[in-house]
């Protein structure tokens, strides 16, 4: 069963692993296939649909690097909107910052940095236009994100240990056999066991009747004791609403007959006072 429960264990691993795209490679694949998307429009803004979009660079876990062969001009507020809409059909984080790089002095042209909070430009203003040249467009996504991704990594599959782990102690404690112990009264040869209304004596259980039971009870309490009529109905009987006649005389000749294989005990009447159980 343990083992059944570390495959179930590795199997949600594998799953979680393979499945999610918060990690590193995928976070890689679909950051390259939105900017390829990105050059892809920005040169058919300016009905170009033949010049090369060059491969895109992973410049180290956070940043990647768009460059297109070819010279272009660029409106920023355009920009904002052709990457907004590319990362967000890729599913990609929305915690980012753009760098439009000229290629002839690798200076920072126009910027801008978006979040789900921010939403800010940097100079030049919307509306304006970078000058014809050799551009490079960079994304390098905040620090915050890759964080929150390494805790998800790991708090997931520590849920998922967890949740094994109480599910195996679990299935133990099913398995764990009942030590409660069951109690029972020695009378002679027999064991009396009020709770189960039965006698047992070696391999041989005699059930008796409730009413039966009852008075063993009361005889085992007080053993070598006479106890009256009167207390004997009245426990038995009348503390339950129920008048009788001959019960008493015939629930202790029923007793007897269970008794009698042991001759260490007897049942003795003293004649129009009561009974007791006498125990040698």
Not at 106 to 122: L, R
């Amino acid at each position: 069963m343990m083992n059944n429960y570390l495959n179930i264990l590795v199997l949600f691993l594998i799953l979680f692993t393979s499945c999610d795209d918060s990690k590193p490679l995928g976070l890689e694949k679909k950051t390259k296939i939105a900017l390829r998307d990105v050059g892809h429009k920005l040169l058919l803004n300016q009905n170009d649909s033949t010049s090369l979009i060059l491969p895109v660079k992973k410049l180290n876990s956070r940043s990647y690097r768009l460059e297109i062969d070819t010279t272009l001009t660029i409106e920023p507020l355009l920009l904002v909107e052709i990457i907004s809409d590319s990362f967000k059909s890729a599913s990609l984080p929305e915690n980012y910052i753009i760098e439009v790089i000229q290629c002839r002095n690798n200076e920072v042209a126009y910027s801008f940095q978006k979040s789900t909070t921010i939403d800010k430009t940097v100079i030049p203003c919307g509306g304006r236009y970078l000058p014809v040249g050799f551009y490079v467009i960079e994304v390098n996504y905040a620090v915050i994100n890759s964080n929150s991704s390494q805790w998800l990594y790991f708090l997931i599959p520590l849920g998922i240990v967890i949740v094994v782990i109480m599910l195996i102690f679990k299935q133990k404690s099913r398995k764990t056999p009942n030590t409660v112990k069951v109690q029972y009264e020695v009378i002679g040869s027999f064991r009396f066991y009020p709770e189960q209304n039965k006698l047992v004596k070696e391999a041989e259980e005699i059930a008796l009747s409730k009413k039966e039971c009852e008075l063993l009870t009361l005889f085992i309490q007080k053993p070598n004791v006479l106890i009256k009529r009167e207390e004997l109905t009245k426990r038995v009987w009348e503390d339950n609403g129920v008048i009788v006649g001959r019960s008493l005389d015939t629930y202790i000749s029923k007793l007897r007959k269970k008794l009698q294989s042991d001759t260490s005990i007897k049942l003795v009447n003293v004649h129009g006072v009561g009974y007791k159980l006498r125990i040698l």
